[in-house]
């Protein structure tokens, strides 16, 4: 079985999931690196695993892998929008276009998820600093995983959108690209 080289690949879906799961990988290590170091109050997969389990259950080794689980695809998932993003626009600014991509996803899982009462709301305010840096972690390196293992044929180029308008600015009124300076009347005569 051959592997297709690192920067070949062409398949837009499997692209942005496995961008996407990559940088859910790094947010995890990020996660559990700071939970480690008392920074934070729960990982991510005590906060996905209560949208099946209450908070006291969610710390059993079963319950735990189901939140783990979860949070990988949720991650996997929302890498799609992401690809798609860097398809339409290209990949100029792909490291801006993935820490807002991160950001808009903390919006609505972590914030809208407390919100609609999904799962039990942290306490302590380290803990959505540390959420805001790993979401951000998330969208910069999916981003940059994208772009890695894309083909760069895949992307929009920027010169595709700048020259359809010069190429209506070179045609006269009836679309046509021939103007002929025997035609026209000078206004000095």
Aim: with cysteine.
């Amino acid at each position: 079985m051959k592997f297709k080289r690192i920067g070949k690949m062409q398949d837009t879906i499997i692209i942005g999931m496995l961008g996407g799961f990559i940088g859910t990988v790094c947010m995890e290590i990020s996660n559990t690196l700071i939970y480690k170091a008392k920074k934070t109050e729960v990982v991510y997969p005590q906060i996905t695993g209560q949208f099946f389990f209450s908070p006291k259950r969610v710390n059993r080794k079963e319950n735990f892998i189901l939140g783990e689980i979860l949070h990988l695809g949720v991650g996997t998932f929302f890498g799609l929008p992401l690809i798609l993003i860097l398809k339409l626009t290209g990949k100029d600014h792909h490291l801006s276009k993935g820490l807002l991509t991160g950001m808009t996803t903390w919006g609505t899982l972590y914030v809208g998820g407390q919100k609609l009462g999904l799962f039990k709301q942290p306490v302590k305010s380290k803990t959505h600093y540390s959420s805001i840096l790993n979401n951000a972690l998330y969208g910069l390196t999916s981003a940059q995983a994208m772009v890695t293992l894309a083909d760069p044929r895949i992307f929009a180029s920027k010169h595709e959108f700048d020259e359809q308008p010069q190429a209506q600015l070179r045609t006269n009124y009836y679309g046509t690209n021939e103007i002929h300076q025997d035609d026209e009347q000078s206004v000095y005569q």
